[in-house]
């Protein structure tokens, strides 16, 4: 059976990308920080889809958290997929959350991602097989959130994957990675933040269980980026083309009172 490592597996996306490689016939190598959580969920899934599961207790924002799971990556039972989904924001304007949580943010959302994706991508090329699946967002995408690290952060990330997914390097040795790149998702990414859900409207509210179905199948279509959903795919043209003195005045600004 294939093996995949799933980051944040406990909640949101990567309980529902756990979910769906379960149903797929993954086994399953799950990260979190919560242990109770973990081994909750880890049992759940052993139950519900007879796959073997392992816990990996990590913060991600330590290098030894990294270097805990950089170790599993490079060991047995080989991991085929791997989906760097834990990440975080604030609802705080840059300034405002301190400098630490800012780095902490930037360690979690960008760094992780980095040593993970370096990690993996040693034994897939070596082995010539393997994928990686990076989340973004669409916030990535252009000034959607002003006075904040975080559309950076995913910037990043869309940046990074895309750079090397479309690499000879990456390409000629078989290996995959795709960005996936969500709009509003309900998940308790919002509530952790201390972003209010009442914006925006229900109607542009994406599922996680949709969002992870959508990546999948991009990811087995060979392509780079996944924007789940027509509404968001329209809002990433948007980012992508208007200019962006025009997405900036519609961008919501963490800074102004009242946002
Ligand atoms: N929800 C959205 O609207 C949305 C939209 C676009 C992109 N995204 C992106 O999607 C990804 C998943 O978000 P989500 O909405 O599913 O979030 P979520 O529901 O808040 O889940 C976050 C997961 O990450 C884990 N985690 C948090 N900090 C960690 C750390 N320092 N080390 C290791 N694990 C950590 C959490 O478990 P523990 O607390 O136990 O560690 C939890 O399993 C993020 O990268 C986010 O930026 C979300």
């Known amino acids: 059976m294939p093996t995949a490592l799933v980051t944040g597996a406990t ?3 990567g309980r529902a990308f756990t979910r769906a490689l379960a149903e797929r016939g993954h086994d399953l190598v799950l990260v979190a920080r919560s242990e109770r959580d973990l ?3 880890a049992d759940l899934l052993h139950a519900g889809h007879g796959v073997r599961t392992e816990v990996l207790v990590a913060d991600l924002t330590t290098d030894e958290g990294c270097a805990l799971v950089t170790a599993r990556l490079a060991a047995e039972p080989a ?3 791997l989906v760097n989904n834990a990440g975080i924001g604030y609802e705080n304007a840059f300034g405002q959350t301190g400098i630490h949580a800012e780095e902490r943010l930037l360690d979690l959302n960008v760094r992780a991602v980095l040593r993970l994706t370096d990690a993996a991508l040693k034994e897939m090329t070596r082995r010539r097989s393997g994928a990686v699946v990076n989340v973004a967002s669409v916030a ?3 000034p959607a959130w002003l006075s904040s690290t975080y559309p950076a952060s995913k910037a990043w990330i869309i940046g990074f994957t895309e ?12 290996v995959r990675m795709l960005a996936l790149l969500p709009g509003y998702t309900r998940t308790e ?4 933040a201390g ?4 914006f925006p409207p229900p109607w542009l509210w994406l599922n996680a269980d949709d969002v992870v179905r959508t990546a999948l199948r991009d990811l087995d279509r060979g392509k780079v980026l996944s924007i789940p959903s027509l509404r968001y795919k329209t ?3 948007g980012l992508r083309h208007l200019p962006r003195s025009l997405s900036r005045r519609f961008a919501w600004d963490l800074s102004r009172p009242g946002h």
Do not use: M, N
């Not at 990414?189 to 952790?192: E, P, V």
């Open 189 to 192: 990414f919002h509530q952790r």
């Open 39 to 41: 081994k909750e969920h």
């Open 195 to 198: 972003i209010p859900t009442t």
């Open 163 to 174: 750079s090397l997914a479309a690499s000879h390097q990456v390409r000629a040795a078989g």
């Open 79 to 81: 991991v085929d997929l």
């Open 11 to 13: 909640a949101g996306l």
């Open 235 to 237: 809002a990433a043209w």
């Open 140 to 142: 990535g995408l252009g």
